[in-house]
Structures are given as structure tokens and as C-alpha cells.
């Protein structure tokens, strides 16, 4: 990842590289990894997040082709 320092204005670059590492979910990730997740646990978090994207495709289809 990369972020350019424009005018030696450091503030700046750091919300950019804040808000870049927010949306690549870096922070998620972090966070996730601080404390060890057992092999089921994270085999139930996986699963509700393929329900949770599978329900988002389905609502946006059915926007789109109306059934």
C-alpha cells in the first residue's frame, strides 16, 4: 500500500492511508488476529459472512431483474 506525502503535510497522508487500510479491511483483520479463533469458531464466521454476501447478491438481484 502506498501513500503520497504532498507538501510535507503528514496529517493528510495519514487519513489517507487510514481510510485506504479501512476499506482493504486491514483493521478488521488486526483486530480478528489479536486473540487465537479455534478452528469451529472461524468455520461460523466464514459461513455467516458467505450468508451475508450471498443475501446482499440476492437483494440486488432481485433489484435488477425483478425476481
Known sequence: ??????????NQALR?????MQREGSFREMK??????KPSERRVREQ????????????KRLLIEGY
Do not use: C, G, P
Request: glycine share 0%.
Open 48 to 59: 455467516a459472512q458467505a450468508m451475508r454476501r450471498h443475501r446482499k447478491a440476492m437483494r
Open 1 to 10: 500500500m502506498q501513500v503520497f506525502v504532498k507538501d510535507n503535510d503528514i
Open 32 to 37: 480478528r488476529r489479536r486473540f487465537f479463533e
Open 16 to 20: 489517507v492511508l487510514k481510510k485506504k
